[in-house]
């Protein structure tokens, strides 16, 4: 045992004890101060290396610790001064040595030092705190250095800084090659403010060769907006600093006229501090997006054109076809099987005219340029009217209709034309493609706060992969085309629409071909009216009595039929060719109805509408525009026209005689 140091234990503690330190300045321990021996006792039973120094020549002591940071300078290190041991970094540790035997302590975290007799370490790195001992007077004899290497740290480190700057120069190389591969423009720009906080103008930070391709602005690259364009609108001024300010990103499409007329996507994002005011701005050139969609608008208003130019020049051979066929079928003479063939005729020629009317209406629908007359209506009567509109071709299929409806009449905001025509075409495909002699159920209830309406066939079903599409327009079932009859793919089309308008939703489904098919429509139900609101025309007095009608068409088929119908219906009727005609025999005619086609020459009908309101002796006069052109837009006119009822041929002949003789004019 130690018996100097009978606490300590190890290498440094015998070989401190066995030390001449007679050739020392320290001299022999048994003479040293008690504040030394304390100090020593302190370093040798620490589990930390420590390193002591003494006296003015600065002899060197050490624990176990201590000895492996000194390498192979050890044990030759023991007693000799520290200017000795650590020649290598004298010059570097003096003045902390000097500093510290002055009474200042000192400390370092991973500190490098390049100590020799480590081999494979020319550098170590140390984190190490360095205390003044003092002796029994209080002057400062010495010092204690606890020190910790720190190398493997350091270096694992430096390894995963160096790793980590290497994959950000990987990264960079790969943005860089991004950001001058991509088609679209990309610049970082720095937003600049005045002195009241308001934008003013930006600079360019970065581009990269789209910007150029796209903007035309060459050398941009460190010069401001304003330098190139001094009019530079303040709202992409304001747009940039709220993104700069807020932070919150901003997605817009700009129309640069100054540019070539280009459209451009734009999207702006803040990067980097906030107080450095910088925005990315990314965009893209839509020009040819944007011509496609303005070639796509066009071709679509010509086709809305085209399609109303067609209904009016189909409508209006339909009219006097209409016409004398109701005349005929009037004819009391008639025999059994020219009444069954003229039957056929008009049945066909009303199925044409609903073909006519439901292209027209998918046209206006999709353009938004259909209108709803929307009021509180019993949505049983839009039903009970589609089934009478659809009576005759389910009679002529031998089918059974079965009709279940609930006791309480039910209600929705809607327009019954429009609701009546949902109908139609349900039970109109329902009859269409059920086998003769089927069943078709419709059931209406309420689900909720929906009214719905269930129309249910016994017919050839839907396949699977199609009742997905059966409301797609123009989509129909290929495999049944030809067996039932085809059409034009529209009429489900047309129910999604219009059921949407509503405010509904309409679905299919069947348990698969030759099983038959349901179509469910839903409706927002509402409260039953006050009595006397609903239909206004209800309310509306009988003529009952004979009128006299002046007739104006240029189209002398069209004029002759309609005017022998009205004589059926026992009214004495006028014709002539045109507006300027119809006004010349006002007064020798002294008509209750004026009935007016629109297009017809010397005078059209809206100028002869205008002129005979301005005439104190007409002006109570009925005024019906009867014309192939049936869009919202030609209803309006018409109206600012002073027409009171807007007719669309063919017109139905039950539907004049109902305006004849439940309509006052004006």
Same mark, same amino acid.
């Given at each position: 045992?130690?018996?100097?140091?009978?606490?300590?234990?190890?290498?440094?503690?015998?070989?401190?004890?066995?030390?001449?330190?007679?050739?020392?300045?320290?001299?022999?321990?048994?003479?040293?101060?008690?504040?030394? @021996?304390?100090?020593?006792?302190?370093?040798?039973?620490?589990?930390?290396?420590?390193?002591?120094?003494?006296?003015?020549?600065?002899?060197?002591?050490?624990?176990?610790?201590?000895?492996?940071?000194?390498?192979?300078?050890? &044990?030759?290190?023991?007693?000799?001064?520290?200017?000795?041991?650590?020649?290598?970094?004298?010059?570097?540790?003096?003045?902390?040595?000097?500093?510290?035997?002055?009474?200042?302590?000192?400390?370092?975290?991973?500190?490098?030092?390049?100590?020799?007799?480590?081999?494979?370490? &020319?550098?170590?790195?140390?984190?190490?705190?360095?205390?003044?001992?003092?002796?029994?007077?209080?002057?400062?004899? #010495?010092?204690?250095?606890? %020190?910790?290497?720190?190398?493997?740290?350091?270096?694992?480190?430096?390894?995963?800084?160096?790793?980590?700057?290497?994959?950000?120069?990987?990264?960079?190389?790969?943005?860089?090659?991004?950001?001058?591969?991509?088609?679209?423009?990309?610049?970082?720009?720095?937003?600049?403010?005045?002195?009241?906080?308001?934008?003013?103008?930006?600079?360019?930070?970065?581009?990269? &060769?789209?910007?150029?391709?796209?903007?035309?602005?060459?050398?941009?690259?460190?010069?401001?907006? @304003?330098?190139?364009?001094?009019?530079?609108?303040?709202?992409?001024?304001?747009?940039?600093?709220?993104?700069?300010?807020?932070?919150?990103?901003?997605?817009?499409?700009?129309?640069?006229?100054?540019?070539?007329?280009?459209?451009?996507?734009?999207?702006?994002?803040?990067?980097?501090?906030?107080?450095?005011?910088?925005? %990315?701005?990314?965009?893209? $050139?839509?020009?040819?997006?944007?011509?496609?969609?303005?070639?796509?608008?066009? %071709?679509?208003?010509?086709?809305?054109?085209?399609?109303?130019?067609?209904?009016?020049?189909?409508?209006?051979?339909?009219?006097?076809?209409?016409?004398?066929?109701?005349?005929?079928?009037?004819?009391?003479?008639?025999?059994?099987?020219?009444?069954?063939?003229?039957?056929?005729?008009?049945?066909?020629?009303?199925?044409?005219?609903?073909?006519?009317?439901?292209?027209?209406?998918?046209?206006?629908?999709?353009?938004?340029?259909?209108?709803?007359?929307?009021?509180?209506?019993?949505?049983?009567?839009?039903?009970?009217?589609?089934?009478?509109?659809?009576?005759?071709?389910?009679?002529?299929?031998?089918?059974?209709?079965?009709?279940?409806?609930?006791?309480?009449?039910?209600?929705?905001?809607?327009?019954?034309?429009?609701?009546?025509?949902?109908?139609?075409?349900?039970?109109?495909?329902?009859?269409?493609?059920?086998?003769?002699? #089927?069943?078709?159920?419709?059931?209406?209830?309420?689900?909720?706060?929906?009214?719905?309406?269930?129309?249910?066939?016994?017919?050839?079903?839907?396949?699977?992969?199609?009742?997905?599409?059966?409301?797609?327009?123009?989509?129909?079932?290929?495999?049944?085309?030809?067996?039932?009859?085809?059409?034009?793919?529209?009429?489900?089309?047309?129910?999604?629409?219009?059921?949407?308008?509503?405010?509904?939703?309409?679905?299919?489904?069947?348990?698969?071909?030759?099983?038959?098919?349901?179509?469910?429509?839903?409706?927002?139900?509402?409260?039953?009216?006050?009595?006397?609101?609903?239909?206004?025309?209800? #309310?509306?007095?009988?003529?009952?009595?004979?009128?006299?009608?002046?007739?104006?068409?240029?189209?002398?088929?069209?004029?002759?039929?309609?005017?022998?119908?009205?004589?059926?219906?026992?009214?004495?009727?006028?014709?002539?060719? $045109?507006?300027?005609?119809?006004?010349?025999?006002?007064?020798?005619?002294?008509?209750?109805?004026?009935?007016?086609?629109?297009?017809?020459?010397?005078?059209?009908?809206?100028?002869?509408?205008?002129?005979?309101?301005?005439?104190?002796?007409?002006?109570?006069?009925?005024?019906?525009?009867?014309?192939?052109?049936?869009?919202?837009?030609?209803?309006?006119?018409?109206?600012?026209?002073?027409?009171?009822?807007?007719?669309?041929?063919?017109?139905?002949?039950?539907?004049?005689?109902?305006?004849?003789?439940?309509?006052?004019?004006?």
């Amino acid at each position: 045992m130690n018996k100097v140091w009978p606490h300590a234990s190890g290498e440094m503690a015998r070989r401190i004890a066995g030390f001449d330190w007679t050739t020392t300045p320290l001299g022999p321990i048994e003479e040293w101060p008690q504040s030394l @021996r304390s100090a020593v006792d302190l370093m040798l039973e620490s589990a930390h290396p420590v390193f002591l120094v003494w006296s003015d020549h600065l002899t060197s002591l050490y624990n176990d610790g201590h000895a492996v940071i000194l390498g192979a300078k050890h &044990p030759s290190a023991l007693g000799q001064p520290f200017s000795q041991v650590f020649a290598e970094v004298w010059d570097e540790f003096r003045p902390l040595v000097e500093a510290t035997m002055a009474g200042r302590p000192h400390g370092f975290v991973d500190r490098p030092v390049a100590l020799r007799g480590r081999p494979g370490k &020319p550098m170590s790195w140390f984190t190490f705190s360095w205390s003044p001992l003092r002796d029994e007077e209080g002057e400062v004899r #010495g010092f204690l250095s606890a %020190a910790f290497e720190t190398t493997d740290k350091v270096m694992a480190e430096q390894a995963l800084l160096a790793a980590q700057q290497q994959a950000l120069v990987a990264s960079e190389q790969r943005y860089r090659m991004l950001f001058d591969a991509i088609d679209e423009g990309f610049c970082i720009i720095e937003m600049l403010f005045d002195e009241s906080g308001q934008p003013f103008d930006y600079r360019f930070l970065e581009l990269n &060769p789209a910007f150029e391709r796209h903007t035309g602005l060459a050398g941009a690259l460190g010069r401001t907006i @304003r330098e190139f364009a001094p009019k530079h609108e303040a709202h992409w001024f304001e747009m940039y600093g709220r993104v700069a300010r807020t932070g919150e990103p901003m997605r817009f499409q700009n129309h640069a006229e100054h540019v070539d007329d280009r459209w451009f996507d734009v999207f702006a994002f803040r990067v980097g501090a906030p107080e450095q005011h910088r925005v %990315a701005v990314l965009f893209n $050139d839509i020009s040819a997006r944007k011509r496609a969609e303005a070639a796509l608008r066009d %071709a679509d208003r010509r086709k809305d054109e085209f399609l109303a130019t067609l209904a009016h020049e189909l409508r209006n051979p339909l009219a006097p076809l209409r016409n004398g066929l109701h005349i005929a079928r009037l004819n009391s003479r008639t025999d059994d099987r020219l009444r069954n063939t003229l039957g056929m005729m008009d049945r066909q020629l009303s199925h044409l005219v609903r073909l006519v009317d439901d292209l027209l209406d998918v046209g206006r629908i999709s353009s938004g340029k259909l209108e709803l007359k929307q009021q509180p209506i019993e949505i049983g009567r839009a039903l009970a009217s589609a089934m009478e509109s659809t009576r005759i071709t389910v009679e002529s299929r031998e089918h059974r209709l079965v009709v279940d409806a609930p006791d309480e009449p039910l209600w929705v905001l809607g327009d019954h034309d429009r609701l009546s025509q949902v109908f139609v075409n349900l039970l109109g495909n329902a009859a269409k493609y059920t086998e003769s002699g #089927g069943s078709i159920r419709v059931v209406l209830d309420r689900d909720g706060n929906d009214a719905r309406v269930r129309v249910s066939d016994s017919g050839i079903g839907i396949p699977p992969a199609a009742v997905g599409h059966v409301f797609d327009l123009f989509s129909q079932v290929r495999e049944h085309q030809g067996r039932y009859g085809g059409g034009l793919g529209i009429g489900l089309a047309l129910v999604k629409r219009l059921v949407a308008l509503h405010g509904g939703s309409v679905e299919a489904t069947s348990a698969g071909e030759g099983q038959g098919s349901t179509f469910t429509v839903r409706l927002p139900a509402i409260e039953a009216p006050h009595a006397g609101a609903g239909d206004t025309r209800a #309310g509306a007095e009988a003529r009952g009595q004979r009128q006299r009608i002046l007739v104006a068409d240029d189209n002398g088929d069209a004029a002759e039929s309609l005017a022998e119908m009205l004589r059926l219906f026992g009214h004495d009727v006028w014709t002539v060719g $045109d507006g300027q005609q119809a006004l010349d025999r006002l007064d020798a005619v002294g008509p209750d109805v004026v009935i007016l086609d629109l297009g017809m020459p010397v005078m059209d009908g809206i100028e002869a509408a205008r002129r005979i309101r301005t005439l104190p002796q007409h002006r109570s006069v009925l005024l019906v525009a009867l014309t192939g052109w049936g869009q919202d837009r030609d209803r309006a006119r018409t109206a600012e026209a002073g027409f009171d009822r807007h007719l669309v041929k063919p017109v139905d002949p039950a539907e004049v005689e109902r305006l004849l003789t439940a309509l006052e004019p004006g």
